[in-house]
């Protein structure tokens, strides 16, 4: 397992379900921030750093594509990464894959770093960007 990729185990249960008995669209974006919480949790070093230069994550764009359905006692397993990185933004990728190898969905989210005291976005440089260079992984580590 590379250590720059999160991996979270979520089964599917009652209250995660729409009308047809599918995961309802608006809880795939519940598993992804799981996903990023955990990933989060993976790399305190990284969120101390954030936090000493005044940063926070900020999800200014997010892209779902939703591939299959996912039903009531689905094992589902919520991959997280970080796959880009630029002056500006960056792209955090999600993946869900159901117990069986089918993917269910898969998401680019683009993030920027608020500067906090300024209310604004900031620039990735400095100390900030190589930590976050550092957990940077290809979207063929999302494969089995």
């Not at 993976?42 to 994550?57: D, E, S, T, Y």
Request: proline share 1%; charged share 25%; glycine share 8%.
């Amino acid at each position: 397992m590379t250590m720059s990729l999160s991996r979270v185990q979520l089964r599917v249960r009652g209250f995660h379900l729409d009308g047809y008995g599918h995961v309802n669209n608006a809880r795939y974006l519940e598993f992804m921030e799981e996903g990023r919480w955990d990933f989060f949790d993976q790399h305190p070093a990284m969120i101390k750093q954030l936090h000493q230069a005044g940063r926070a994550f900020v999800v200014v764009n997010l892209n779902i594509d939703y591939l299959a359905a996912a039903g009531h006692g689905d094992d589902l397993e919520i991959m997280t990464g970080i796959v880009d990185l630029g002056e500006r933004s960056g792209v955090c990728h999600h993946r869900i894959v159901r117990k069986d190898g089918t993917v269910i969905a898969r998401a680019d989210l683009t993030f920027v770093l608020l500067d906090m005291r300024a209310n604004k976005a900031a620039a990735i440089e400095g100390e900030v960007r190589e930590a976050l260079a550092a957990l940077i992984v290809t979207k063929e580590a999302f494969s089995p």
